[in-house]
């Protein structure tokens, strides 16, 4: 059995039995019977050939006669439908044979597509198999088709060779032509090229020159323009110095000298101890110097003159500043930190068994009570009474009162000290002022509001008790005298509240002396209270020393609330 791909081969072979050009044809009629051998040539299915054959003679509009003539070169095909061969059933679905009349041999796929032998080499037991059926007819036609391949390949080829050498030669003279002119061309592009360069290299020289002198003159202008600048800059500069911590001054002469007009203020230095770091103080004016007062004190860096040297040092709330000894702070290493006056002026711990009523000395005497206590990191956790050096100095413009529960603050009130007692101490005003004497009025907006003692830890019993301080918008007053309608009852500290008015069994405030027909109480805080039936005090510091009935009637609800009393609020 002959191999398929050969079997494919010879089939092609027979198709080109009538292709060769016949002589009498017009040119249109050869050139499209050219057209259909290269069809055939390129083993394209023999009546695709024809149709294209015949498409082509339709396009030439030949006469009648020609194209009859034409067309009889091609009569030999019969371009009827396939006859259909044996089917064969393999693994990818039943496989039909057939011999087309272009004597080309096909499988085809039932419902698909028509696959060429060609690509079957790997169903040789298949094709085996179709061979089988064929018809002699078929191996006679073979053998014709190798004779009539062979002369249409002789004739075919001999007419190519004759029509493409010819239009080799006239497309070598062309060449040649265009050869010569481009020589040309290149020698006269190269020429003008050399010469543009030419140009091109004196024009960038004159132009190099004209260039240089260009930037010359804009740098001497760039130079003129920068000098200005800096002396613009260094005007700008002096007007900034020591306005923040970017741009600090040598000390405060340098900002005088930059600035005449300066007046006493704060102003950023670099610091004499460290000169990478800026540090403010405060420069004053003395004698025409503008001289450093220091800083604020709280580093050895920004030592002031004294702990009151400058108002920077005023602001600080930490009772221990640092302090140059030397009338300026200009170099402050020889600072130590000293101890100053605290804006605590009493505490008062009411469990700690010391009783500060109306006639405890602790009120009239100079004598300081556990001083160290009173720094602002320390006191308001101590658990003793205070009495430090600022309650025998000026009260100043603001003090408060501040509520503690164990050291944590649950209340205060904040009093604006009336300008005819500023200059006076605490320690005077309790102890020499005149009888329910009002020294404050109580600053609302900064106090406490919502009564905060009597809501969350008094007893609601009896009339209403209140804190005079915290609970009430009275205002600050020494020496209260008859409270309600107490007889002969004194108390240190107290407000022109009045919500409880009624009877003298009534007491309230800060170290108290309570008398009424015969009861007696000397406190050191209470609520408002009355009795009987005392139904609240503060802490245990209380007692009856002076004889008749003690004013307590029973054993009320003890809050243990402490008082601490300082100026300057920071806020």
Not at 11 to 28: E, F, H, K, M, R
Not at 44 to 54: G, H, L, T
Not at 237 to 252: M, R, V, Y
Request: with cysteine.
């Amino acid at each position: 059995m002959m191999p398929a791909i050969k079997f494919a081969a010879i089939a092609v072979a027979a198709l080109l039995s009538a292709a060769v050009p016949a002589a009498g044809l017009s040119n249109d009629a050869q050139m499209c019977l050219v057209q259909f051998v290269g069809l055939m040539a390129k083993s394209e299915q023999v009546c695709d050939a024809v149709k294209a054959y015949e498409t082509c003679l339709t396009l030439k509009n030949l006469a009648e006669d020609d194209k009859v003539e034409a067309m009889s070169h091609v009569a030999t095909y019969d371009c009827k439908p396939p006859v259909v061969g044996p089917e064969i059933t393999t693994d990818e679905g039943s496989l039909l044979f057939t011999v087309d009349n272009d004597r080309s041999m096909l499988f085809h796929r039932r419902a698909a597509h028509t696959i060429d032998v060609t690509q079957l080499s790997d169903r040789v037991d298949a094709v085996e198999q179709l061979a089988a059926g064929l018809t002699a007819g078929v191996e006679k036609r073979m053998v014709e088709g190798r004779d009539i391949l062979t002369k249409v390949t002789t004739d075919t080829i001999a007419q190519y060779t004759e029509l493409v050498q010819g239009k080799l030669d006239k497309q070598d003279e062309t060449i040649s032509l265009e050869t010569g002119k481009l020589r040309t061309t290149n020698e006269e592009s190269r020429k003008a090229s050399e010469d543009a360069l030419a140009a091109a290299v004196t024009n960038f020289e004159e132009l190099s020159d004209e260039l240089k002198k260009d930037v010359d003159e804009t740098n001497a202008v760039l130079k003129a323009d920068l000098a200005e600048l800096k002396a613009s800059v260094g005007k700008l500069t002096k007007g900034f110095l020591g306005f923040n911590e970017a741009t600090p001054a040598d000390n405060c002469a340098a900002i005088k000298e930059a600035r005449p007009q300066s007046v006493d203020g704060a102003h950023w230095i670099v610091s004499a101890l460290d000169k990478t770091k800026a540090v403010r103080v405060w420069c004053k004016n003395i004698n025409s110097v503008y001289t450093n007062m220091g800083g604020d004190a709280s580093s050895k860096m920004s030592a002031a003159t004294a702990c009151d040297g400058n108002p920077l040092s005023l602001e600080n709330p930490l009772s221990k500043r640092w302090v140059d000894p030397d009338a300026t702070a200009d170099d402050p290493s020889n600072a130590k930190l000293e101890q100053c006056e605290t804006r605590l002026m009493i505490k008062l711990c009411t469990t700690d068994s010391d009783v500060r009523d109306w006639d405890s000395k602790f009120w009239t005497t100079q004598q300081l009570v556990n001083e160290a206590d009173a720094n602002e990191d320390t006191w308001a956790k101590a658990q003793n009474d205070i009495k430090a050096a600022s309650y025998l100095t000026e009260i100043g413009e603001t003090i408060e009162i501040v509520g503690l529960i164990n050291g944590v603050q649950i209340g205060r009130a904040v009093y604006n000290i009336k300008s005819e007692f500023r200059k006076r101490s605490l320690q005077y005003l309790v102890t020499h002022g005149g009888p329910n004497m009002v020294i404050g009025s109580r600053d609302n907006r900064r106090s406490a509001s919502n009564r905060p003692i009597f809501n969350r830890y008094m007893k609601k019993a009896g009339v209403a008790p209140y804190d005079m301080f915290l609970d009430t918008t009275g205002d600050l007053m020494v020496r209260q005298r008859n409270y309600g309608e107490s007889q002969n009852s004194w108390t240190r500290l107290s407000t022109t509240d009045r919500s409880v008015t009624s009877g003298c069994h009534r007491y309230s405030g800060i170290g108290g002396d309570h008398y009424c027909g015969g009861w007696r109480l000397q406190f050191e805080a209470m609520p408002i209270v009355s009795y009987c039936y005392a139904n609240n005090r503060y802490g245990n510091n209380h007692k009856n020393s002076k004889g008749g009935s003690t004013a307590t009637c029973g054993s009320g609800r003890q809050t243990n609330v402490d008082f601490a009393i300082l100026k300057n609020p920071s806020d």
